[in-house]
């Protein structure tokens, strides 16, 4: 099956949707262009029309309020957009990470290139850690990512990475994700959004106490069947069959994986606690998710379906502290 990716560049291990060309680590922010298939930019053109009508048989007309965006190496469509969408380019994408990586101690681990060229991102380690009990580390990352197909503002998320299982997590406060994100209805402007992400990483050793605490609770079989129920199945909303089954499959997969089939389920951070709980369900949704490849499964973790499904399980481990 043709993948998502159109390409894709990693450093130290393979990421968990097992993608990409290895690269050594800190290469210059020109070597991470090319090997993630980033170093090519978006045209834009205007959109034009042929017309069949008698009186005016193969004249061609403009349409002046949308424009076509495309690619500068393939000549390959990418989108039709509002003349007021403002395009940010794969090159602001790695750019973005310059003085980061340089002066703050940030370090490119993976970047790449999505739907042909629709959506484009890099992930940063930012070098922020801690460790839960039993030895169970969680490292800081900056994730950036954009569209030109109007799929995904450019968005700037904090997120975790836990490394026994690789499970991903956007870093939220008070039930909201700490991302930054800016609408192509507006100019990207890099250092305003670093400016802004200043608060929200610094937030880092007050979003890794609630997951420590997260650690510390217990839950019993029946609390741990409850959330699942929660986070899974909306009692609120009519299913059908087919829904219904996908469901049951998806309770009994994040049942096995906190029971004890997860990665790390039997750390003593994860073991009957609640921080296991939200794990199961990280893992589910990074590795274990239907879809239709490994590369739509990136896509719904980090954009999508997952991406709503982990916040969610978030939400619903944090009430179990509350």
């Not at 380019?89 to 703050?104: G, H, K, M, N, S």
């Not at 909201?176 to 100019?187: F, G």
């Not at 049951?248 to 994986?257: F, M, P």
């Not at 990280?282 to 490994?294: G, L």
């Amino acid at each position: 099956m043709a993948h998502q990716i159109e390409n894709m560049a990693f450093v130290g291990s393979t990421p968990w949707h097992g993608l990409g060309n290895k690269l050594s680590r800190h290469q210059p922010l020109e070597v991470w262009q090319h090997e993630a298939g980033m170093n090519w930019h978006i045209e834009e053109s205007p959109v034009r029309f042929l017309s069949d009508s008698a009186a005016h048989l193969g004249s061609i007309h403009t349409f002046p309020d949308q424009k076509v965006l495309y690619r500068s190496d393939t000549k390959a469509p990418l989108s039709v957009v509002s003349q007021r969408y403002k395009v940010v380019q794969p090159f602001d994408v790695i750019e973005f990470y310059r003085d980061l990586t340089e002066y703050a101690g940030f370090e490119l681990e993976t970047a790449g290139v999505l739907k042909g060229g629709r959506k484009f991102w890099a992930l940063a380690r930012t070098g922020q850690a801690s460790v839960l009990k039993g030895n169970d580390l969680v490292n800081g990352y900056l994730l950036l990512a954009t569209s030109c197909d109007g799929s995904l503002a450019t968005v700037a998320t904090p997120t975790t990475v836990r490394v026994v299982c690789n499970n991903t997590l956007a870093i939220a406060l008070d039930g909201s994700a700490q991302s930054i994100r800016v609408p192509h209805s507006t100019e990207f402007d890099a250092q305003a959004v670093k400016r802004q992400l200043g608060v929200s990483v610094a937030q880092w050793d007050d979003f890794m106490y609630r997951m420590k605490t997260l650690s510390q609770r217990k839950v019993n079989s029946g609390e741990a069947l409850g959330y699942f129920l929660q986070v899974i199945c909306d009692a609120d909303q009519d299913v059908d069959d087919r829904r219904e089954l996908n469901q049951h499959r998806a309770l009994q997969k994040v049942q096995d994986l906190f029971a004890g089939k997860g990665r790390g389920s039997q750390l003593e951070s994860a073991h009957n606690t609640a921080w296991g709980l939200l794990n199961a369900v990280t893992e589910y949704v990074d590795h274990d998710k239907r879809a239709r490849s490994v590369d739509h499964r990136l896509d719904s973790a980090w954009f999508g379906q997952g991406a709503s499904l982990k916040q969610k399980a978030l939400d619903q481990a944090m009430a179990l502290v509350a």
